[in-house]
């Protein structure tokens, strides 16, 4: 993971998938995504990979195909951030079910949070900061409480400069 810039979260990739960047529309996203991976600028987390697989769909069969180690596990440093968040967000006057749910042990916001820390990375999440909100805890205000930086997909794609083009086959 050394050269790596950020770390992608799981509704990144399911947004990108079902929205912008469908395997159907723009077969060159994911094409980049894949090299992106592989160059090691880009990693996820273990409990991305696992929510993402879940689905059956054929973002699981991408993210089924790509190495495991693009997605590493949770370590004892990084458990030492998550608790961390997890009293952040015990003390933000969240809904019992919002902490609930941000401090499940499989839910990976929170872990994909730690991992930026600990390695040093900026978080690419599609979710806004919503620091009044009490219903669900948001990925970037998690990242403010911690000093993670965080942009969304189109950020981390202008500083990857992609550009995505039709093919000459193409006509209208």
């Known amino acids: 993971m050394a050269g790596a810039r950020f770390i992608i979260d799981t509704n990144t990739l399911i947004e990108a998938y079902r929205r912008e960047y469908g395997f159907d529309i723009c077969p060159g996203y994911w094409d ?16 991305v990979r696992k929510e993402i697989l879940r689905s059956g769909d054929a973002l699981s069969q991408w993210v089924g195909k790509l190495d495991k180690a693009y997605f590493p596990k949770e370590d004892d440093a990084e458990f030492v951030v998550w608790q961390q968040l997890c009293s952040w967000a015990r003390s933000r006057g969240y809904t019992e079910a919002a902490v609930a749910q941000f401090s499940d042990m499989d839910y990976a916001d929170p ?34 409480s911690i000093g993670v930086p965080y942009c969304d997909m189109f950020t981390m794609l202008r500083e990857l400069k992609a550009s995505f083009v039709l093919t000459d086959g193409h006509r209208f």
Request: glycine share 6%; aromatic share 4%; net charge positive.
């Open 111 to 144: 872990w994909v949070c730690a991992k930026a820390k600990v390695l040093g990375l900026t978080l690419v999440t599609q979710e806004v900061s919503a620091p009044l909100a009490r219903r669900n805890v948001k990925l970037p205000d998690a990242c403010t």
């Open 32 to 47: 980049l995504m894949g090299k992106a991976f592989s160059a090691g600028i880009v990693v996820s987390h273990d409990k």
